[in-house]
């Protein structure tokens, strides 16, 4: 017998916008997808600066993790894409500050642009709490 896989959805988070699910678990794995800076409402912030786009993209991340009955000290492993290595230790320190004492596996990876022309979007992989 298989395990059933989890869709993970919440209106903390934007609805995705093509065919995928916020996040999904198996087991005691949760998988968050990538999350963009955008509000829950599907309000965007493109337009804004770098450290309100982390804010919200890693907001977005955390209530995802959240709604699967997890949180970010029991995150594995993120992955954030960063547009212009200049973001980086913007992103570190709003990560830090928002992660606490959380330090999962990190890749930061610099991209040329992202969708909607937003500077980030962070994806993870966590346990469930318990």
């Not at 963009?36 to 600066?49: E, F, I, T, V």
């Not at 786009?53 to 209530?63: G, I």
């Not at 009955?69 to 492993?77: A, D, F, K, Q, V």
């Not at 928002?98 to 500077?119: F, S």
Request: net charge neutral; proline share 8%; hydrophobic share 45%.
């Amino acid at each position: 017998m298989t395990d059933p896989i989890a869709r993970i959805a919440t209106a903390a988070a934007p609805k995705p916008a093509g065919h995928y699910s916020q996040g999904t678990a198996w087991r005691d794995l949760v998988f968050v997808s990538g999350q963009l800076p955008a509000r829950p409402d599907g309000s965007h912030l493109a337009d804004k600066p770098f450290e309100a786009q982390a804010r919200q993209a890693l907001a977005n991340l955390l209530s995802i993790l959240a709604e699967a009955g997890s949180g970010p000290e029991h995150l594995l492993r993120v992955t954030a894409y960063l547009v212009g290595v200049g973001n980086w230790p913007e992103f570190n320190r709003v990560y830090a500050e928002m992660l606490g004492e959380a330090k999962p596996a990190r890749t930061v990876v610099p991209v040329p642009e992202l969708h909607h022309g937003y500077l980030v979007e962070v994806e993870a992989i966590a346990v469930r709490r318990g």
